[in-house]
């Protein structure tokens, strides 16, 4: 055998024994056609493989694992994929605690997620609509709605919440704590009884949020109480405290639309702390277009807030289009 064919014959096994591991790790399981349920499903595939899921209502909590990706929204055949035609529900009514428990490079993607609840036992709790601890999923194109205490929970994660609709959650819709490391890209966040997006509990995680609708929550819009990060290009309206509060530095908040919030449109509540606040359009909240120390805003423009107070030439708000912050305002 010639050196030409002893490199032909070593490619060819080489080719074979790359297609036979693609095989291995790109597996497709079924759900309900080879596993009657969803978890059963997800415990039998491996890194790589894809667990798609028929339209229907599960009632299941399920632990997603490591680099799984698990897809809903798929016709009864699997012929096609339509998340909105082919609704796909786990619905966790039947036991309390979490539906989903996150996992590293996992993904969901195209399901209806209802009804996680709070379960404690002894010294921890365990809850909402997926739960993320010291994780790193991919949340993609998912309803997430109806669950207490948050719609997800993120703590000590790093996660990806993408092109969600997540509303009427107990508490926030997305809730952050712990040093973790979220971002938050084209989502509609609305309805929650607390804030859209809240963060809490030390060390300060760090928040990215792009491109998201956050409207009508019954606290604020984005509650960065214990994070800093990146806010640009959101819209925030209508939501019962401020549009965006915050209380550490660094932050950049640039590119938002903030409106018609009950409080302020931006408020940094720790006066030490300088925010970068720029190319804003803060329009008709109701204390102020920017609150602040005076310090850190520039290129925005404000106007028509100042709603709770009746029209007084004084206020500049008043007269003329605002391109200062809460202390021109008043």
């Not at 799984?68 to 035609?85: E, P």
């Not at 039947?94 to 996150?102: D, L, S, T, Y």
């Not at 995680?205 to 959101?234: C, M, Q, V, W």
């Amino acid at each position: 055998m010639n050196l030409k064919q002893l490199i032909f014959l070593f490619s060819f096994l080489f080719l074979i024994q790359t297609i036979q591991v693609q095989a291995v790790y790109s597996a497709v399981k079924k759900v309900p056609d080879q596993y009657p349920t969803i978890q059963k499903a997800i415990d039998a595939a491996s890194p790589g493989d894809r667990v798609l899921v028929a339209a229907g209502t599960y009632f299941e909590h399920i632990n997603l694992k490591k680099g799984v990706t698990l897809q809903g929204g798929w016709q009864k055949n699997f012929s096609m994929q339509d998340v909105k035609k082919y609704e796909t529900i786990i619905d966790g009514a039947k036991e309390k605690g979490p539906v989903v428990i996150g996992a590293d490079n996992a993904v969901i993607y195209g399901f209806t997620i209802i009804h996680g609840s709070l379960l404690v036992e002894g010294d921890s709790s365990l809850g909402s609509g997926i739960y993320c601890k010291n994780v790193s999923p991919k949340i993609i194109n998912n309803i997430i709605r109806d669950n207490e205490p948050s719609g997800i929970y993120c703590s000590g994660s790093k996660a990806t919440i993408k092109a969600n609709r997540i509303y009427n959650n107990a508490q926030a819709g997305v809730y952050v704590q712990k040093d973790s490391r979220v971002t938050v890209t084209g989502n509609v966040i609305y309805g929650n009884k607390y804030s859209g997006i809240s963060t809490g509990k030390k060390p300060i995680s760090f928040i990215e949020a792009i491109n998201n609708t956050i409207f009508k929550n019954e606290r604020s819009g984005i509650n960065l109480n214990d994070a800093t990060g990146r806010i640009y290009n959101n819209i925030i309206y209508d939501n019962k405290n401020a549009g965006i509060r915050a209380r550490h530095a660094p932050l950049v908040v640039a590119n938002n639309t903030v409106t018609g919030n009950g409080q302020s449109g931006f408020t940094m509540e720790n006066p030490a702390a300088v925010a970068k606040v720029i190319n804003n359009i803060f329009y008709m909240n109701q204390e102020a277009g920017i609150r602040t120390a005076g310090q850190g805003y520039s290129s925005n423009l404000l106007f028509a807030n100042g709603g709770l107070g009746k029209c007084n030439p004084d206020f500049l708000w008043c007269v003329r289009f605002q391109f200062g912050g809460y202390e021109d305002e008043t």
